[in-house]
C-alpha cells in the first residue's frame, strides 16, 4: 500500500516499516505465499502457508501489529493446517490504512 498520512507520521516513518515487512517475510523458514483480497472494509493483505488441502487456520494479530509477527507460530504450525494471517485493515502491514466504521446501531 502507498504512504497514508492518516496511519503514519511521515514517508520515511514508512519506508522503515516497509523494510521491516520486506525483511520479515524473507526471515519466513517455510514457503508462503502473499495475496490481496477484497473487502468491503478495503483492500487486505494474507500471508498464507501450508498445504492448501490441509485444515485451514486463520491468524489474527492484535491492535497495532502486523501479520509477519506471527512467523513462528506460522512455521510451527504450516505442516498441519492451511494458514491465513491478514493484516488487519487500519493496522500497521499492508491492507488499507483506514479502519472500518462502526456502524451507528452498535453505538451506547
Known amino acids: 500500500m502507498p504512504y497514508d498520512p492518516f ?3 511521515s514517508p520515511e516513518g514508512y519506508a522503515v516499516l516497509e523494510k521491516w515487512y520486506d525483511e520479515a ?3 519466513f523458514r517455510v514457503p508462503i505465499t502473499t495475496r490481496y483480497i477484497p473487502t468491503r472494509f478495503g483492500k487486505t493483505h494474507v500471508i498464507c502457508a501450508g498445504d492448501e488441502a490441509a485444515p485451514p487456520l486463520v491468524l489474527i494479530h492484535g491492535y497495532g501489529a502486523g501479520s509477519p509477527l506471527w512467523r513462528q507460530q ?3 504450525l504450516a505442516t498441519h493446517y492451511r494458514l491465513y494471517a491478514p493484516d488487519c485493515v487500519g493496522q500497521p502491514g499492508r491492507s488499507a490504512t483506514t479502519p472500518p466504521r462502526w ?4 453505538r451506547t
Open 74 to 76: 506460522i512455521e510451527g
Open 7 to 9: 496511519q503514519y507520521r
Open 103 to 106: 456502524p451507528t446501531s452498535a
Open 25 to 27: 517475510l524473507r526471515a
